[in-house]
């Protein structure tokens, strides 16, 4: 755990990442170790905002001299709210994770981080996205503009039919791992409940894929069938260096920024 504090006590910093809980966040790990490794003399800490109160607190930060934060759950959308100018992808997303507190800027790192880390399994993938909360429209967003073919099931239907009707998606009745990438984005892992997959039907190079960080059930299951695993972890470094390089202009090195958060 990281010491995250509240907004109105905010030490004098530079870079944050802001949420409700903040505590468990492992980003300001992860940039600080990038900034020893390039020698910058930046802080990044926790900062924890109830609902309700993101734009009066990203007001506060940047009178304290913040330049940028980043956000997380459940903030994302008020932070968008605040921006004056979300670009296009944060725009086509609905959602922010990447603040500009000196100009109002905002962008989305979330979808371009992870098609950084799928890009290794080759191109035109056959993708099953699991869920259709905010996670999954990030990556229904970007996946079929980047030549993937995408189907998507959800518990509740009809929202999986919302996001394919918005992004061009086949909608699948039971969750499937015959495809080349299965990408659990369902918060399954976090209560007492499994998902039902028929991890038989999966072809020898299917990766599973899950946007939590951590051994949870849905990859132990897949690497019990021989199936390749990926968790949260590059997902994170991945949307962090992004959002680093947005802030900075400097490409930070990913392989320190990974080992911080082990
Ligand atoms: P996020 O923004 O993090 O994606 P969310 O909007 O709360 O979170 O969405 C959570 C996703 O997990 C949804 O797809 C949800 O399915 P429903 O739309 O049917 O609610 C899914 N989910 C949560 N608990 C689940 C469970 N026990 N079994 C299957 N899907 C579950």
């Known amino acids: 755990m990281n010491e995250a504090c509240e907004w109105r006590d905010a030490p004098a910093a530079d ?3 802001i949420g409700d809980p903040v505590s468990h966040s492992r980003s300001p790990r992860m940039h600080t170790a990038a900034y020893e490794a390039l020698g910058l003399p930046y802080r990044y ?3 924890r905002i109830p609902a309700g109160e993101v734009g009066e607190a990203l007001d506060h930060l940047a009178s304290l001299g913040y330049r940028g934060v980043n956000v997380t759950v459940p903030h994302k959308a008020e932070a968008m709210a605040w921006a004056r100018h979300p670009d296009a992808l944060a725009v086509r997303i609905g959602v922010a994770n990447t603040i500009d507190l000196t100009d109002g800027r905002a962008t989305n790192t979330d979808a371009p981080g992870f098609l950084d880390t799928i890009s290794e399994f080759g191109e035109a993938l056959d993708i099953v996205i699991l869920g259709a909360g905010g996670t999954a429209r990030a990556l229904a967003a970007v996946l079929p503009a980047n030549g993937h073919r995408v189907r ?3 518990r509740t239907r009809e929202r999986a039919q919302e996001l394919a009707a918005e992004f061009d998606l086949l909608v699948i009745d039971e969750p499937t791992a015959a ?6 984005t369902t918060s399954v892992g976090l209560q007492n409940a499994r ?3 028929d991890w038989a039907t999966a072809r020898p190079a299917t990766v599973a894929y899950d946007m939590v960080y951590g051994h949870t059930q849905f990859l132990g299951e897949a690497h019990e069938h021989g199936l390749r695993t990926v968790d949260g972890k590059p997902q994170l470094v991945a949307q962090g260096a992004r959002s680093f390089a947005w802030w900075l202009g400097i490409e930070p090195p990913r392989d320190v920024m990974m080992e911080a958060i082990l």
């Open 152 to 154: 998507i099931w959800n």
């Open 195 to 197: 998902l039902e997959i």
């Open 15 to 17: 870079f944050a990442v």
């Open 45 to 47: 800490v926790a900062v």
């Open 179 to 184: 495809a080349a990438l299965v990408v659990n």
